[in-house]
């Protein structure tokens, strides 16, 4: 009994050091202390953040209207 819980606990502790490692975030790609604001006065931004939302909601709505006139 008293060795299955000593087995038992060390596979907890082995997986949950593995798991924090594997938690941690990469180097090479962008995270949170690194990101900049979204500049609007930059043309991708301002399409990627603004006109193409825009024009899915509006396509959307669209396509629910035309699916619920049928």
């Given at each position: 009994m008293k060795m299955n819980l000593l087995?038992?606990?060390?596979?907890?502790?082995?997986?949950?050091?593995?798991?924090?490692?594997?938690?941690?975030?990469?180097?090479d790609v962008p995270h949170p202390d690194n990101n900049t604001p979204i500049d609007l006065s930059k043309p991708f931004d301002l399409i990627v953040f603004v006109i193409l939302p825009i024009v899915i909601i509006?396509?959307?709505v669209l396509?629910?209207?035309k699916k619920k006139n049928k």
């Open positions: 087995r038992n606990s060390l596979l907890v502790v082995l997986l949950s050091t593995n798991l924090t490692s594997l938690a941690q975030i990469p180097e509006i396509l959307y396509w629910r209207q």
